[in-house]
């Protein structure tokens, strides 16, 4: 999983409610956590905004009763981001190699090799799509994870550009930079790259689903578990009952065998009948756990498992046309009184695009087997360390 992940929280919440206003072309008045809204007549929203006053809060119960609480879970929120996910507005970004600081892998940073001097020569543009995508992975009783989630999809060949959706959130959080007003984009392209983008975001998520679906598994076979056991208690319980209430039952009859004044036959025919129907009761309650037991609990099992049945959205609730520029990083490296130059594919905002490998024997450079140099050569400080 990237980095490019947001929990909804209340700077989160701020970001995207601002982008949101601005691309209903909304103009927001800030007194501190409080803004005053005003919408132009055509702007393409239900939701009332207009003249509204929205506060940004961490909690929604934190907010005064004349103001619309952007906070985390807060009922207006989630209107707003189902909003944004039927709308998903469009907006636009240009980022240059003047605009954004150097990406450098680290292969490079995690070496002895300094870089000297650096220079990028761009030779075109490429376009990707940043989609923000809110997510929401709960069961009804007890688990909820919300996180907003940037996905970038290269226009060109449909690849995911991790590095790049990382640095968009990057950038917006600095509040480095201003969207433009949507690019022109043909839908269908959009729709194939928002596509390419959510079964990325499906994959990135597996892990993570999985392993909350297992908990919640577990949790629902502890309760079908502990369920089992108060069923079968309870099943004793009554059997010790019904013996007893059988046991009183035949001593009512007997009293009325036995019994020389007519009122006192009379009393005991009246309570073997409240004992006959007590009994009846708990053997229908007794009958009804047996059944229970030797089908294994249908009913209640079905209630649990939805109880805790897992449910995962995944909604586009905003997308940004980036124009990236691609061409070639040049690099002065040095290590000690030895320095090299190396020319590598680069793409601003994303870094490096081709895998480095050690010149000596090939394998490739990463994080554990950084890059040095040895003989003018660069190579893997693990794999050809002298």
Same mark, same amino acid.
């Given at each position: 999983?990237?980095?490019?992940?947001?929990?909804?929280?209340?700077?989160?919440?701020?970001?995207?409610?601002?982008?949101?206003?601005?691309?209903?072309?909304?103009?927001?008045?800030?007194?501190?956590?409080?803004?005053?809204?005003?919408?132009p007549e055509d702007a393409p929203t239900d939701l009332e905004l207009d003249g509204?006053?929205?506060?940004?809060?961490?909690?929604?119960?934190?907010?005064?009763?004349?103001?619309?609480?952007?906070?985390?879970?807060?009922?207006?929120?989630?209107?707003?981001?189902?909003?944004?996910?039927?709308?998903?507005?469009?907006?636009?970004?240009?980022?240059?190699?003047?605009?954004?600081?150097?990406?450098?892998?680290?292969?490079?940073?995690?070496?002895?090799?300094?870089?000297?001097?650096?220079?990028?020569?761009?030779?075109?543009?490429?376009?990707?799509?940043?989609?923000?995508?809110?997510?929401?992975?709960?069961?009804?009783?007890?688990?909820?994870?919300?996180?907003?989630?940037?996905?970038?999809?290269?226009?060109?060949?449909?690849?995911?550009?991790?590095?790049?959706?990382?640095?968009?959130?990057?950038?917006?959080?600095?509040?480095?930079?201003?969207?433009?007003?949507?690019?022109?984009?043909?839908?269908?392209?959009?729709?194939?790259?928002?596509?390419?983008?959510?079964?990325?975001?499906?994959?990135?998520?597996?892990?993570?689903?999985?392993?909350?679906?297992?908990?919640?598994?577990?949790?629902?076979?502890?309760?079908?578990?502990?369920?089992?056991?108060?069923?079968?208690?309870?099943r004793d319980e009554l059997t010790d009952e019904i013996d007893n209430l059988t046991s009183r039952?035949?001593?009512?009859?007997?009293?009325?065998?036995?019994?020389?004044?007519?009122?006192?036959?009379?009393?005991?025919?009246?309570?073997?009948?409240?004992?006959?129907?007590?009994?009846?009761?708990?053997?229908?309650?007794?009958?009804?756990?047996?059944?229970?037991?030797?089908?294994?609990?249908?009913?209640?099992?079905?209630?649990?498992?939805?109880?805790?049945?897992?449910?995962?959205?995944?909604?586009?609730?905003?997308?940004?046309?980036?124009?990236? +520029? &691609?061409?070639?990083?040049? *690099? @002065?490296?040095?290590?000690?009184? !030895?320095?090299?130059? $190396?020319?590598?594919?680069? =793409? #601003?905002?994303?870094?490096?695009?081709?895998?480095?490998?050690? +010149? &000596?024997?090939?394998?490739? *450079? @990463?994080?554990?087997?950084?890059? !040095?140099?040895?003989? $003018?050569?660069?190579?893997? =400080? #693990?794999?050809?360390?002298?």
């Amino acid at each position: 999983m990237t980095d490019a992940t947001l929990p909804v929280t209340e700077r989160a919440v701020e970001r995207f409610a601002e982008a949101y206003l601005i691309s209903l072309e909304a103009d927001i008045t800030k007194e501190g956590r409080r803004w005053t809204v005003d919408l132009p007549e055509d702007a393409p929203t239900d939701l009332e905004l207009d003249g509204a006053v929205l506060e940004i809060a961490g909690n929604p119960d934190n907010v005064g009763e004349d103001a619309l609480a952007i906070a985390p879970e807060s009922p207006f929120l989630e209107r707003m981001l189902d909003e944004a996910a039927d709308r998903t507005p469009v907006g636009s970004l240009s980022l240059t190699g003047d605009q954004v600081e150097t990406r450098v892998p680290a292969w490079l940073t995690e070496g002895p090799v300094g870089i000297v001097e650096e220079s990028f020569t761009p030779y075109y543009d490429r376009r990707a799509v940043c989609a923000l995508f809110h997510v929401g992975i709960e069961t009804v009783s007890e688990y909820q994870r919300e996180e907003l989630h940037a996905v970038a999809i290269d226009l060109n060949d449909h690849e995911e550009r991790p590095r790049l959706a990382e640095t968009y959130l990057e950038l917006t959080d600095d509040e480095q930079l201003e969207l433009d007003e949507g690019r022109a984009i043909d839908q269908q392209e959009l729709t194939d790259a928002l596509n390419v983008a959510q079964t990325a975001l499906e994959n990135d998520l597996s892990s993570t689903i999985r392993k909350t679906r297992e908990r919640a598994t577990r949790t629902a076979e502890v309760e079908l578990d502990e369920y089992r056991q108060y069923v079968r208690q309870r099943r004793d319980e009554l059997t010790d009952e019904i013996d007893n209430l059988t046991s009183r039952i035949e001593e009512a009859t007997e009293t009325i065998d036995t019994a020389s004044e007519q009122e006192e036959r009379v009393e005991a025919l009246r309570k073997r009948k409240e004992l006959q129907a007590e009994l009846d009761d708990l053997r229908t309650e007794f009958d009804d756990l047996t059944t229970q037991i030797e089908t294994d609990f249908p009913e209640k099992r079905r209630e649990i498992w939805e109880r805790h049945a897992l449910t995962v959205r995944l909604q586009p609730v905003a997308a940004t046309v980036v124009s990236y +520029e &691609r061409g070639d990083l040049d *690099l @002065t490296l040095r290590v000690g009184e !030895t320095t090299v130059s $190396r020319s590598y594919g680069y =793409a #601003v905002g994303t870094g490096i695009m081709e895998e480095a490998t050690c +010149e &000596r024997c090939g394998k490739q *450079l @990463t994080a554990e087997n950084p890059l !040095t140099i040895d003989a $003018r050569r660069t190579v893997g =400080a #693990v794999c050809c360390d002298d």
